[in-house]
């Protein structure tokens, strides 16, 4: 008895283990689904705001793609613990393609070995990878434009590395920045401290501190000043990473504290914020090297920031200037509001102004420093710079405008006497609208479908025409406006035929989506009632706003504008080949050979690989359960087949339940296909076939070796969004995997449906009159003999569940059917009963 016990027992643990394989699996893979869903989201707020945003730089686009690559590199990572180590590769395909877009990167070079210290009047723009930008801009404004900058010297970038090399900290920051993990705050802080205190407890060397020193000195004797501006000038700031607010700037510095303060600027290159942004940038940490502007104090009465062109609203004519009292630091900082004066170019008309209420201001104090203090209340609420000081920034800034070629942002600030300096100027950047549907104002037109969701926005116009399937996008004509069922990555192929494109289901993160975005076509997802358009009628659709009006009007399409005109410069180069690193999507076909791991080449071409491959993984998996007969329960139902349904997410008592009704099984996906099942209803005689096929059946599998595998049960791996249900039936069987949830992107149908009892020429016909069944009803199907493999995906969950309910009726209608298929004509007859019995047009 005890050795019975034992047996006994070792099985039931073994089926309990068996189980919980099984639900791990499944966990992982819905894991795999939600950091999918996550990736996929992120990509396409990407390129939606690369769409409509302004053109970006380089570095805007490597911080964004380095929140997708963190991303990507999770979905990697499941995909590994799903399906093993093969798919490893799948990393070293993404290192590839961080080395791609770093090598778009602007690289700052190495600072030329040059004097410690000049002069700004002897500094020109050409000198910006010596004296960092700020100080070449300075130097430029003040020696070749003669524009009112305060005088001052620069302290080069090799003075940086001069210090760095001398005190012999590199190899020590070059350490711990190559440890730290920038998605944890505490570690960039603990990093920053021990670099700062490395930097600040280290000496000047003699030599460049003499050189400061020296031309401190001949500053003060040129200006009669006591007090002095320290402002860092790092190469690469103020050009297409501005690092705003990165590093620090002292005001009304004296002699005594100078070389602290300039000690403190080169450590400010290490606070946690200057290293996340550095590295999210992949910059080296020489790069960008420090170097530092000092510049003779202006004892502000007044200070702002003017725009030469108005970043929000590039297409008009308009400059901005924003003013505060006192010094500048509160306006740029943020801490003030400031009065905004819009005035108009050229001229000068002050178009609009703001007057806020201005209750603080920073002021200079005189033994060092600054200090804030009380507006006056009778100025809180008045104009902090004149009409006619207004007009003096203006006529300046477009001055400096008209010598770089492009709008700027400057700040300045006005003296005590009324005297207008400019502190700073860097390139301005603009927005870019896009393309838009401008209906004339005496027309009133008629709106045939509104609704949806706008993935790619824009207008265009043509005739209807209705795709039933990607199979017919050879028949897709030039210059209409398509309207599919599914959102199908494989509509790529006639996205730059079309004028537009309308899908009845999906969102903005599927693979569509993307590929819209990536090709600028105006597209509208999720409009279900756009199936009822007539074939061939004349619509104009307005994706931005969503709507489809009655016939067609180019007319009403307006161009995309240009707020800065088209841009040849490398960097947009360079921009559009990172974007299309990111996002392009070449690895779109499943059956294609060359749909591999190692032929992904862009972000995008991994997150369709693995929701690809997780299903593929999730499919062969569950199937290859061991004991699946022993670890489930038995389904009650008159159909005559033994189903063993296993629950991935819930637990039952194995040996005391062994039965449940058909009626009573708890998982949806599984019940929205044994509706189907029943309400097609068991034949109550087999559907006829010729002596000749009969005879065929049987020689058929004499010949190729095939026994009947109604002996070999039927199961169901089942969850409450999740099915994979295999059903044995006969010499034929047939997998259907389903996943239904509130997620769109998560969602698909699956099924697979191989072999049978008749010869091969029958049970290929089979597979064809199943698969022109389900290609009218928006499935993508694949087949190869007598296997079928057919999907349908980024459907709401009620549309799945609808899916699999004609799933199992089409699985009641289609059994032992290949025996009766004796001709393509006998086919053709039984495609056209079965649609009429499905209600499919």
């Excluded at 643990?13 to 689904?33: M, P, T």
């Excluded at 929140?67 to 798919?87: K, W």
Aim: aromatic letters at 8%; hydrophobic letters at 40%.
């Amino acid at each position: 008895m005890g050795l019975f016990s034992r047996m006994f027992g070792a099985r039931r643990r073994g089926r309990l283990n068996v189980l919980s394989q099984a639900r791990a699996k499944f966990s992982i893979f819905r894991e795999l689904l939600d950091q999918h869903y996550s990736a996929l989201k992120t990509l396409s707020a990407f390129e939606e705001n690369h769409r409509k945003g302004p053109a970006p730089d380089a570095l805007t686009v490597w911080n964004e793609f380095v929140v997708i690559q963190q991303e990507v590199g999770g979905l990697i990572d499941r995909m590994i613990a799903l399906g093993g180590n093969d798919y490893k590769t799948l990393h070293a395909q993404l290192r590839n393609i961080v080395h791609t877009i770093e090598g778009l990167l602007p690289s700052s070079p190495r600072p030329e070995r040059t004097f410690f210290t000049v002069s700004l009047d002897s500094v020109g723009r050409e000198h910006a990878n010596s004296f960092g930008t700020k100080a070449a801009n300075l130097g430029e404004m003040r020696f070749r434009m003669k524009a009112p900058v305060p005088d001052g010297f620069a302290i080069s970038a090799w003075a940086y590395n001069h210090f760095v090399e001398a005190n012999k900290i590199q190899d020590r920051i070059n350490r711990l920045l190559a440890n730290v993990r920038i998605s944890r705050y505490s570690d960039l802080a603990a990093v920053s401290d021990d670099i700062r205190e490395m930097v600040n407890f280290r000496s000047v060397p003699d030599d460049l501190a003499d050189a400061i020193l020296r031309s401190f000195d001949a500053l003060s004797a040129r200006c009669g000043g006591t007090g002095f501006a320290l402002r860092s000038s790092a190469i690469g700031e103020d050009t297409s990473t501005t690092f705003a607010g990165q590093y620090v700037t002292y005001l009304n510095v004296k002699r005594d504290n100078l070389l602290d303060r300039y000690r403190d600027i080169l450590a400010s290159k290490f606070t946690p914020s200057a290293i996340y942004y550095l590295l999210r940038h992949s910059l080296a940490e020489m790069n960008p090297a420090m170097g530092v502007v000092c510049m003779e104090m202006v004892d502000s009465a007044a200070s702002g920031v003017v725009y030469t062109a108005d970043p929000t609203r590039p297409g008009e004519s308009r400059i901005v200037i924003n003013s505060i009292y006192g010094l500048g630091s509160y306006l740029v900082d943020g801490i003030i509001t400031p009065d905004v004066f819009v005035l108009s170019r050229p001229g000068g008309d002050i178009l609009s102004r703001e007057i806020a209420n201005k209750q603080l201001k920073l002021v200079l104090n005189p033994e060092g420093g600054v200090s804030e203090t009380d507006v006056p209340m009778a100025e809180q609420k008045s104009q902090s710079v004149s009409d006619e000081t207004l007009r003096l920034i203006a006529d300046y800034a477009l001055k400096v405008e008209g010598h770089y070629g492009n709008p700027q942002d400057i700040e300045w600030a006005i003296d005590s006497t009324g005297d207008l300096y400019f502190l700073q100027a860097r390139p301005l950047k603009l927005t870019k609208p896009g393309a838009k549907v401008e209906i004339p104002s005496d027309v009133r037109p008629s709106i045939l479908l509104e609704g949806g969701t706008t993935v790619c926005g824009g207008g265009g116009a043509g005739a209807v025409f209705h795709l039933k399937g990607t199979s017919d996008l050879g028949t897709v004509p030039d210059g209409c406006v398509l309207v599919a069922q599914n959102p199908s990555p494989r509509l790529v192929s006639v996205m730059h035929r079309i004028s537009a494109l309308v899908t009845a289901v999906g969102g903005t993160a599927s693979h569509l989506a993307t590929l819209a975005r990536e090709v600028s076509l105006p597209t509208v997802v999720g409009m279900p009632k756009a199936s009822e358009l007539h074939q061939g009628h004349l619509v104009t659709v307005d994706a931005g706003r969503g709507v489809i009006y009655d016939g067609s009007h180019p007319e009403w399409i307006s161009k995309a504008e240009s707020a800065d005109g088209p841009d040849s410069s490398p960097d947009v180069e360079a921009v559009r080949q990172m974007v299309e690193t990111i996002t392009h999507l070449s690895v779109i076909h499943p059956g294609d050979p060359a749909f591999k791991a190692e032929n992904c080449r862009s972000l995008h071409d991994i997150i369709r690989f693995i929701h690809q491959k997780s299903m593929d993984e999730i499919f062969s998996g569950l199937k290859g359960t061991s004991h699946k007969d022993d670890i489930g329960l038995k389904l009650k139902t008159k159909i005559p087949l033994v189903v063993n349904l296993i629950y991935l997410d819930r637990d039952f008592n194995a040996d005391n339940t062994r039965w449940i009704a058909d009626d009573a099984v708890q998982a949806p996906p599984m019940q929205a296909f044994w509706d189907g099942v029943n309400e097609e209803g068991w034949p109550s005689r087999p559907i006829p076939a010729d002596v000749k096929g009969f005879l065929a059946v049987v020689g058929a599998n004499v010949k190729e070796g095939h026994t009947p595998e109604f002996s070999e049960n039927s199961y169901a791996f089942l969850s409450e969004e999740f099915m994979l249900l295999s059903l044995r039936m006969g010499y034929h069987f047939s997998t259907i995997e389903a996943m239904a949830t509130s997620e769109l992107s998560k969602n698909y149908v699956r099924m697979q449906f191989k072999l049978g009892g008749a010869p091969l020429e029958r049970r290929v016909r089979r597979i064809w009159l199943i698969t022109e069944i389900l290609r009218r009803v928006g499935f993508e199907s694949s087949t190869e003999g007598d296997f079928l493999d057919s999907i349908s995906a980024y459907q709401e969950k009620d549309a799945i569940f609808e899916k699999l309910k004609l799933l199992g009726r089409v699985t009641v209608l289609t059994k032992q059917l290949d025996m009766s298929l004796s001709s393509d004509a006998r086919a053709q007859w039984y495609l056209q009963e079965f649609l009429k019995k499905l209600g499919i047009e």
